[in-house]
């Protein structure tokens, strides 16, 4: 399984942005993904899981704020970011599972298989 992201860049306090996570692989929509961040510094934290069936979880840092969303006819998974604030600031990743189960909770990086190369969202106060 491969995953490409797009999107990200540089926004002001109170913008938008739009992430994008393209995968390969024949039974997308078998798979548990995520979007994870790591700023510079601290450790990696799951931002928003979405399962295969559409259940999805948001860290309370985020929540009302960002929406995860998919798209299994194209294979993509989407993250949208309102009202960013500075201390979104960070390298975000997709990740998914591939359809390969692993124990853990959504918001372990260890629940996932595979990840994409990241895409840096700065936010300016």
């Not at 124990?103 to 106060?125: A, E, I, K």
Request: proline share 2%.
């Amino acid at each position: 399984v491969q995953l490409v992201e797009s999107g990200g860049g540089s926004v002001q306090a109170g913008g938008s942005l739009r992430l994008s996570c393209a995968a390969s692989g024949s039974t997308y929509n078998r798979y548990d993904m995520a979007w994870f961040r790591q700023a510079p510094g601290k450790e990696r934290e799951g931002v928003t899981f979405i399962s295969s069936y559409g259940g999805t979880n948001y860290a309370d840092s985020v929540k009302g704020r960002f929406t995860i969303s998919k798209d299994n006819a194209k294979n993509t998974l989407y993250l949208q970011m309102n009202r960013l604030k500075p201390e979104d600031t960070a390298m975000y990743y997709c990740a998914t599972d591939g359809g390969i189960r692993r124990s853990g909770y959504w918001w372990t990086p260890g629940r996932f298989n595979y990840w994409g190369q990241g895409s840096q969202v700065t936010v300016s106060s």
